[in-house]
C-alpha cells in the first residue's frame, strides 16, 4: 500500500434527520494541494470538521502516517500538525501579529509567566521572510486586511509545525492580485512540505494551485481526480449532477422606458459624477474590483450615504433619497451583499421577516391583520419556491438560497419598481447561484420590476446583465452591451482603466 | 368501535399518529418560553407553603402581589427597553423623583388627579431626553442612563431638601392603597398594564418593529424601519412607566421618599431577565416577564416570613438571578436537540 500523509476509511457521519457523510474514502499525499469542493451541504465541511476534531465521526477510520488515529478534539487535531484557516478567522482583533502567532505557545523567558518578546518577534519575522511576505507586526490584528490577516493564520500554522493545512474558502473576499499572492504562497508551503486541502467555491481557481480535486455531493464523494485529467465542466457535472455552466440567462432587451435616471452623483470621497440609466425591464449589471465604489454606488442609491450634489429621477420624475425609508418609498428595494448582517433577522420567523418593510399595508390602526399576512407570505412562498416546512420558523434555520428568496419576497411585497442586488451569489453554491439567476430572470419576465445587479464576478454579470457599467475609483468609466465581451477583456479594463477597444 | 373490524395497520397508523400529536404537543410545551420559570414559581411557592401557614393565605398572597406590582409595572419598560438591545438604569431615580415632583404639585394645591398627569409628562420628558441622547449624540445606553440615575437622584434631594415629603390628602393614597372591592388598585393597574402591552408587543407593528430592532439593528435600518424613533419611543415608555411606579409607590405610602427606588433597577432587570428576556436583544415577553417579578416578590415575602436576616436578602436575590438563567440556557439546549 502506497504510504499517505492522510487516510480516511468508510467516514459516515449522521446528524438527526440526515446523513452528512455516506462512507467517505479521502486521502492526501505527501506535498500535496488538494482541493475540496461541492455545494453547500454536500458534506466538505462535515469531512473537515471531523478532521479538526469538531464532530466525531460515527464510523471509519483515520490513518496519519499509517498509523490509525482518534481525533476527539481541536487540540488533539492540533497535535497531529492538523490546522484550519476559518473563513472568519481565528484571531483575536485587539492583539498584533505576533501575539496572535504564539498566542497559546508564547516562549517564556527564565522566569514563568514573562513574555521573551524579542525572541517571538525574531521567529515571526523569519516565518514572514520564509514566506516572503511583509506585514505590520506592531498594530493590533484588526486593522489589517483580510488578505494580511489571512497571511498571519498561515504564518500561525507554520509556527506550529502544521502537516495539513485546510483552508475553507480562502479565495472568497480576495481581489484577483491577492488571490494570485495567496497560489504562490500555498505552493511555497506545499514545497517546504505541508499538504494543503482546499475547500472552494471558485471551481475554476482549483485548476491554478492542485494537483488532485475531491467532488461531494449530498453526502458522498463522487470522484477524486488529478486535475490534468479534468476540467470545468466535469466538476460542475459532478458537483450539481447537472448541466448548468454554459447556460446564459441575459437577453437583449429595446425598451427605452427609462426607470431610474442618475444624473451628476457626487458623493464625498466615494462617488464621483455618477452618470447612469435603467430601462425598464432590463437586468443592469455595474461591475469592478473591490474598491472601485459599486458597493457604494448600491448603497447611496438605497439612501445609506449622503449625496452631495446630482439628480436622481425616477419615471422621469426627480425624488430625494436620504434614506432607506425614502427609498423604500420610490420603490426601490435593496438585497445587500451581507444577508444576515443586513438583511435578516434572524431570530424572526420567516413570514415576519417576509412581511417587515411592507407591515403598513397589513396594519389597521397599528394592529397586524394576521390572516392577510399568513395568505401573502404563502402565496408568495409557492411563487418562488421558498423551501420551509412552517412559514412560522425562525429564519436562520432555513438555508442560504431560501433566505435569498424570503429577501426578495420581502421586497415583491412593498411593489417594488427596482431591485438592487448588491453581490447577489456571494457566499452561495453553484446550483443555487443557478437558482437565483432563474429567479431574477423569472421577474423580470413575470413582473414589472427592473433589476441593478452589483457584482465583481464578471462570470456572473457576463451571465445574466443586459448592459453593464464598468467602476473604477468610484466613476463609471464605461458602458457596454453584454455582446461580444468577454471575461479577459472586463478584466483587463477595470483594473487597467486603459482603453478597451 | 367494533372489535371485529379491528385492523392491525389502521391501528398502528393510528398509534403512530397520536404519538406524533403527543410529541408535538410535549415539544411544544417543552419549548413554550415561560414554562420553565413558571415551574420554579411553583416550586418556590409549594416550599413556601410547606414552611410557612401563613404563606398560602389570600391575604399574604394578595400582599405579595400589590407588593411586587410596581416593580412589576417598571419591569414592562425594562423588558421592552431591553428587547431593542438597550437598558436602562434611571428608572429608580425616576420613581423618586417624579414622587416628589408629584407631592409638592399636591402640597402646592393642584388638584390630585392634575399633579399625577404632570408626574406622566415629567416622565415623557426624561424619557425623551434619554432617547434622544442615545439615538442622536449615539452615547450607549448603559452610560446615559447611568448619568441620568445620578442626575435625578441629586435633582430628587435637591427639590424635596433630603427629606420627605409628608402632609398628602387623603385623595392622594387612592392609587397606591385604594381597593375596588377585594382587589387592591395597583394590582388591576399593573393587570390591565400587562394585558395591553402584551397585545402591543405581539400583535401591532410597533410590538414587531421592538423585535426588529432588537434582533438585527443594521438588518431593520436595511428594511426602512425608523430605527431612531422606535428607540425614542421605548425609553418614554420605560420613563413612564417609571413615573407611573413612582406615583403609586408614594400614594401607597402617603408620602414621597427622595430615597424611594434606590436599586430599584436592579431588580427590574433582574424580573425582565427572569422571565427570559434575553440581554442580546430581541427576545422577551410580558408573560415571562410577570412571573419573573412575581419571582423576585415571592422569594421577598419567603425571606420575611421565614425570619431570615434582611442581609441574606440581596445574596439569594443573586443567586436566583444565576440559576434562572442556568434553567434558560438548559431550555434553550433541549429545544435544539
Known amino acids: ?501 | 368501535m367494533n372489535k371485529s373490524n379491528y385492523d392491525n395497520t389502521s391501528g398502528a397508523q393510528k398509534y403512530t399518529i397520536s404519538l406524533n400529536k403527543t410529541k408535538r404537543i410535549l415539544h411544544k410545551i417543552v419549548s413554550f418560553r415561560e414554562l420553565w420559570i413558571f415551574l420554579s414559581l411553583v416550586l418556590i411557592c409549594i416550599f413556601l407553603s410547606f414552611s410557612s401557614e401563613y404563606f398560602l393565605t389570600v391575604n399574604n398572597l394578595l400582599n405579595v402581589i400589590r407588593q411586587v406590582s410596581i416593580i412589576a409595572i417598571i419591569a414592562i419598560g425594562a423588558t421592552f427597553v431591553i428587547i431593542t438591545g438597550g437598558i436602562d438604569l434611571s428608572v429608580g431615580s425616576i420613581v423618586a423623583v417624579i414622587g416628589v415632583v408629584v407631592a409638592m404639585s399636591v402640597q402646592a394645591g393642584i388638584n390630585v388627579w392634575i399633579s399625577f398627569l404632570i408626574g406622566i409628562l415629567g416622565g415623557v420628558l426624561i424619557g425623551l431626553i434619554n432617547g434622544l441622547i442615545i439615538t442622536r449624540l449615539k452615547i450607549s445606553p448603559v452610560i446615559t442612563t447611568l448619568a441620568m440615575m445620578m442626575i435625578l437622584r441629586g435633582l430628587t434631594y435637591v427639590l424635596s431638601g433630603a427629606r420627605p415629603l409628608y402632609n398628602l390628602p387623603e385623595q392622594f393614597k387612592f392609587l397606591g392603597a385604594g381597593y375596588l372591592g377585594p382587589l387592591p388598585i395597583p394590582i388591576i393597574i399593573m393587570t390591565v398594564l400587562y394585558i395591553c402591552f402584551h397585545i402591543l408587543l405581539t400583535r401591532t407593528r410597533l410590538g414587531r418593529y421592538i423585535r426588529a430592532v432588537g434582533g438585527n439593528e443594521l438588518a431593520s435600518e436595511h428594511t426602512g424601519i425608523n430605527v431612531k424613533n422606535v428607540k425614542m419611543i421605548v425609553y418614554i415608555m420605560a420613563a413612564v412607566l417609571a413615573s407611573l411606579g413612582g406615583i403609586i409607590l408614594a400614594s401607597r405610602l402617603g408620602s414621597a421618599q427622595p430615597t424611594a427606588g434606590v436599586y430599584l433597577e436592579f431588580s427590574v432587570i433582574s424580573a425582565a431577565l427572569l422571565g427570559g428576556t434575553s440581554l442580546s436583544g430581541g427576545e422577551g415577553t410580558m408573560l415571562g416577564t410577570l412571573i419573573g417579578a412575581l419571582i423576585i416578590g415571592v422569594i421577598s415575602n419567603g425571606l420575611n416570613l421565614l425570619n431570615v436576616d434582611a442581609f441574606y436578602h440581596q445574596i439569594v436575590k443573586g443567586l436566583v438571578i444565576l440559576i434562572a438563567v442556568l434553567i434558560d440556557r438548559f431550555r434553550v439546549k433541549r429545544i435544539e436537540d
Open chain 1, 1 to 501: 500500500m502506497d504510504r499517505k500523509l492522510l487516510l480516511c476509511k468508510g467516514i459516515t457521519k449522521k446528524f438527526p434527520g440526515v446523513v452528512a457523510l455516506d462512507n467517505i474514502d479521502f486521502d492526501l499525499d505527501y506535498k500535496e494541494i488538494h482541493a475540496v469542493v461541492g455545494e453547500n451541504g454536500a458534506g466538505k465541511s462535515t469531512l473537515m470538521k471531523i478532521l479538526m476534531g469538531v464532530n466525531k465521526n460515527d464510523n471509519g477510520e483515520i490513518f496519519l502516517n499509517n498509523k490509525k488515529i482518534e481525533i476527539m478534539n481541536t487540540s488533539q487535531a492540533i497535535n497531529y500538525g492538523i490546522n484550519m484557516i476559518f473563513q472568519e478567522f481565528n484571531l483575536i482583533p485587539n492583539l498584533n501579529a505576533i501575539e496572535n502567532i504564539f498566542l497559546g505557545i508564547e516562549f517564556c523567558r527564565k522566569i514563568p509567566w514573562f513574555i521573551d518578546f524579542r525572541k517571538s518577534k525574531g521567529k515571526t519575522k523569519r516565518v514572514l521572510d520564509e514566506l516572503g511576505i511583509a506585514i505590520n507586526t506592531g498594530i493590533p490584528i484588526k486593522y489589517l486586511s483580510t488578505p494580511n490577516k489571512q497571511i498571519v493564520e498561515i504564518a500561525k500554522s507554520v509556527v506550529r509545525k502544521s502537516r495539513i493545512l485546510i483552508m475553507d474558502e480562502p479565495t472568497a473576499s480576495l481581489t484577483p492580485k491577492e488571490v494570485e499572492r495567496l497560489f504562490n504562497l500555498m505552493i511555497n508551503l506545499k514545497e517546504s512540505g505541508m499538504s494543503i486541502i482546499f475547500v472552494t467555491h471558485r471551481i475554476e481557481e482549483i485548476f491554478r494551485v492542485s494537483d488532485r480535486v475531491t467532488v461531494f455531493r449530498d453526502g458522498k464523494k463522487i470522484i477524486t481526480k488529478r486535475i490534468q485529467e479534468t476540467n470545468l465542466e466535469e466538476i460542475i457535472n459532478k458537483m450539481t449532477g447537472r448541466d448548468l455552466i454554459n447556460k446564459k440567462y441575459f437577453f437583449n432587451l429595446e425598451s427605452k422606458n427609462e426607470v431610474l435616471k442618475v444624473e451628476d452623483l457626487y458623493v464625498d470621497n466615494l462617488l464621483n459624477k455618477i452618470n447612469l440609466k435603467l430601462f425598464k425591464g432590463e437586468i443592469l449589471g455595474i461591475t469592478g474590483l473591490l474598491g472601485s465604489g459599486k458597493s457604494e454606488l448600491a448603497r447611496t442609491l438605497f439612501g445609506l450615504e449622503k449625496v452631495n450634489s446630482g439628480r436622481i429621477f425616477i419615471l422621469g420624475k426627480e425624488v430625494k433619497i436620504n434614506s432607506p425609508d425614502d427609498a423604500i418609498k420610490q420603490g426601490i428595494g435593496y438585497l445587500p451583499e451581507d444577508r444576515k448582517e443586513l438583511g435578516l433577522i434572524l431570530k424572526m420567523m420567516v413570514k415576519e421577516n417576509i412581511t417587515l418593510a411592507s407591515l403598513s399595508n397589513l396594519v389597521k390602526l397599528g394592529f397586524i391583520n394576521f390572516k392577510k399576512e399568513k395568505e401573502l407570505v404563502l402565496e408568495l412562498k409557492n411563487k418562488l419556491d421558498i423551501d420551509t416546512s412552517d412559514i412560522n420558523k425562525q429564519i436562520q434555520f432555513l438555508s442560504g438560497g431560501n433566505q435569498q428568496k424570503a429577501v426578495i419576497s420581502k421586497w415583491l411585497l412593498t411593489n417594488s419598481k427596482i431591485l438592487i442586488f448588491d453581490e447577489p451569489t456571494r457566499g452561495i453554491d453553484v446550483g443555487a447561484k443557478e437558482k437565483i439567476y432563474q429567479i431574477m430572470n423569472e421577474l423580470i419576465k413575470n413582473t414589472d420590476l427592473s433589476i441593478i445587479v452589483f457584482s465583481s464576478e464578471f462570470d456572473e454579470i457576463l451571465k445574466i446583465a443586459n448592459r453593464i457599467y464598468l467602476m473604477r475609483k468610484g466613476e463609471i468609466i464605461a458602458e457596454h452591451r453584454n455582446e461580444g465581451i468577454t471575461k479577459e477583456k472586463l478584466m483587463q479594463y477595470v483594473s487597467t482603466g486603459g482603453k478597451y477597444e
